[in-house]
């Protein structure tokens, strides 16, 4: 049984590099340096540049589900949940009008709502940019979090 553990771990490694190295060198594999949901067209901004937009006027949009928003958001955000976004986005039209500097976030690594929400609205002709790794990477920042509640 000793025996087995390094035989284990040595095919182990040896299948995470040939993997590794597949990737890297077919040119048919994954770009690991950044997330998989980001498309061609999709920029993202960090957290600290998006903080210097909102003391500039950004307006700052939450894709997450509507009871999230109501939760906590980045202060001034509006909801424009993704499974909601027509009727939002009807709704919101003339004040997203009003400030085409927009950033659109949601829960950040693994949530793909933001991207999704930034294409719609690219594609209405609003130049919509998504935060990088979203509320968790303002969080740990350290920047302020709206968390009065909101009907």
Known sequence: MVTRLPRMALIVLAGALAGFSWNSL?????????????QAGDQLVS??????WLDKGALFLDARPRDFWRMSRIPGALC???????QAFAELEPRLRQNLN???YCSGYGCESSHIVARQLRARGFPAVILDEG????????YPLDTEARP
């Open 135 to 142: 509320l968790p990477a303002w969080e740990d920042e350290g």
């Open 102 to 104: 927009l950033i659109v």
């Open 26 to 38: 077919s040119g048919k594999g994954f770009d690991l340096s950044q997330s998989v949901f980001v």
């Open 80 to 86: 424009l949940p993704e499974e909601e976004f027509e």
């Open 47 to 52: 957290a600290r540049d998006a903080r210097a």
